[in-house]
């Protein structure tokens, strides 16, 4: 599967931003759906998974109650909601695919390119 990640900008603390995830060349929904981010100078991190179905969802601490996952499976496409933003929250967040996915960084998961989010204080 092919993952296209956009949305990304400038933002300041305090601010929103809405990123997506378009996927493409195999059956969406076959697929649970999750963002990771890398800040500089520091590994790729779990932000948030969702299952195929969407029935279920999880998040890393650091963003809960702040960052909404969610997908539409007829648009195959993941989104992530990001409200309350931080400068720490400043990362370049990539979108992954797999039938399994975990909160585990895994080589053989199907990645999106990335999509810079920085947040000014």
């Known amino acids: 599967v092919q993952l296209q990640a956009s949305g990304g900008g400038l933002v300041q603390a305090g601010g929103s931003l809405r990123l997506s995830c378009a996927g493409s060349?195999?059956?969406?929904?076959?697929?649970?759906m999750g963002w990771f981010r890398q800040a500089p100078g520091k590994e790729r991190e779990f932000v948030a998974r969702?299952?195929?179905?969407?029935?279920?969802?999880d998040y890393a601490d650091s963003v809960k109650g702040r960052f909404t996952i969610s997908r539409d499976n007829a648009k195959n496409t993941v989104y992530l909601q990001m409200n309350s933003l931080k400068p720490e929250d400043t990362a370049v967040y990539y979108c992954?695919?797999?039938?399994?996915?975990?909160?585990?960084?895994?080589?053989?998961?199907?990645w999106g390119q990335g999509t810079q989010v920085t947040v000014s204080s």
């Open positions: 969702i299952t195929w179905s969407g029935a279920s969802t």
């Open positions: 992954a695919a797999d039938p399994l996915l975990t909160s585990r960084v895994d080589d053989d998961y199907y």
């Open positions: 060349g195999r059956p969406f929904a076959d697929y649970g």
